[in-house]
T-cell receptor, first 108, second 110 residues
Framework: KNEVEQSPQNLTAQEGEFITINCSYS?????LHWLQQHPGGGIVSLFM???GKKKHGRLIATINIQEKHSSLHITASHPRDSAVYIC??????????FGTGTRLTIIP | GAVVSQHPSRVICKSGTSVKIECRSL??????MFWYRQFPKQSLMLMAT?????????EQGVEKDKFLINHASLTLSTLTVTSAHPEDSSFYIC??????FGPGTRLTVL
């Protein structure tokens, strides 16, 4: 069964801390997405990657194909980064499977 | 990334009415459109997949006569919730090609 697991489920940190959110999946994939969902509900696609590493501003996403694992890092975290971060994977030709999300709260 | 818009962003309606949600992909031609819904504190659930000019394919448990999907062009898809009931209250999200996501439409049925 194709499964996606995220950890931690909830994360609270002080402003400025380095944040890491993890995503593991059970079988080989064709692509992995990191999504951000703010309290209002809107979803923003942060990254789509199939190998290596991508960086956008303070956000970094990495993926290790052999270990079937991806991480999302946030440097110099800020209260506006507070949101739910969702990992979603796509197996070849299949629909996206979503993780349960990580609720991040950054305290000023 | 592509700009995807949904209209309306939120709607409140009475039970029994129909609601149409539009999804526009402004700079990405979406051959396939994916429609999701999300109940509070739950993950996104795929409702249906539609290919431009073809009938939609619905996931198990999603009533095709209740959730009408039209994908008439590569940049516009609509989801119509017919005879809405309170249990249809949810957050509806479109995704062109599973690569980009709309901002969502929050539907509340009274």
């Amino acid at each position: 069964k194709n499964e996606v697991e995220q950890s931690p489920q909830n994360l609270t940190a002080q402003e400025g801390e380095f944040i890491t959110i993890n995503c593991s999946y059970s079988v080989g994939i064709s692509a992995l997405h990191w999504l951000q969902q703010h309290p209002g509900g809107g979803i923003v696609s942060l990254f789509m990657l199939s190998s290596g590493k991508k960086k956008h501003g303070r956000l970094i996403a990495t993926i290790n194909i052999q270990e079937k694992h991806s991480s999302l890092h946030i440097t110099a975290s800020h209260p506006r980064d507070s949101a739910v971060y969702i990992c979603a994977v796509r197996w070849r030709g299949e629909k996206l499977t979503f993780g349960t999300g990580t609720r991040l709260t950054i305290i000023p | 990334g592509a700009v995807v818009s949904q209209h309306p962003s939120r709607v409140i309606c009475k039970s029994g009415t129909s609601v149409k949600i539009e999804c526009r992909s402004l700079d990405f031609q979406a051959t396939t459109m994916f429609w999701y819904r999300q109940f509070p504190k739950q993950s996104l659930m795929l409702m249906a997949t539609s290919n431009e000019g073809s009938k939609a394919t619905y996931e198990q448990g999603v009533e095709k006569d209740k959730f009408l999907i039209n994908h008439a062009s590569l940049t516009l898809s609509t989801l119509t919730v017919t005879s809405a009931h309170p249990e249809d209250s949810s957050f509806y999200i479109c995704s062109p090609g599973q690569e980009f996501f709309g901002p969502g439409t929050r539907l509340t049925v009274l």
